[in-house]
């Protein structure tokens, strides 16, 4: 049984960062393409940064130079580095796993940016 499950998430100040990570279970983790979707309120969940099994980087343009989405295989986990967050960045975050015809969820982690 695949799982994800998000960590990381919280309350931050317009400007800081936060560091979210996405442990996997159940899978051969390394072979999966990876990625952190969001969801803000009243919004569509959109993609923020994706991440191939071999390690090819993608991000959506509103993320674009200040996030950084990264794996550590060793550790069956993806990363998103999150920088100068907005409040727009405001939103629940969900880790995905992508294998042929196999999508896996987690159940996400909240981000708030707010002063």
């Known amino acids: 049984q695949v799982q994800l499950v998000e960590s990381g998430g919280g309350l931050v100040q317009p400007g800081g960062s936060l560091r979210l990570s996405c442990a996997a279970s159940?899978?051969?983790?390394?072979?999966?393409?990876m990625a952190w979707y969001r969801q803000g309120p009243g919004k569509q969940r959109e993609l923020v940064a994706s991440i191939t099994s071999g390690g090819i980087p993608n991000y959506a343009d509103s993320v674009k130079g200040r996030f950084t989405i990264s794996r550590d295989n060793a550790k069956n986990t993806v990363y998103l580095q999150m920088n100068s967050l907005k409040p727009e960045d405001t939103a629940v975050y969900y880790c995905?796993?992508?294998?042929?015809?196999?999508?896996?969820w987690g159940p996400g982690t909240q981000v708030t940016v707010s002063s």
């Open positions: 159940g899978t051969i983790f390394s072979l999966n393409d």
């Open positions: 995905n796993g992508h294998l042929y015809t196999r999508d896996y």
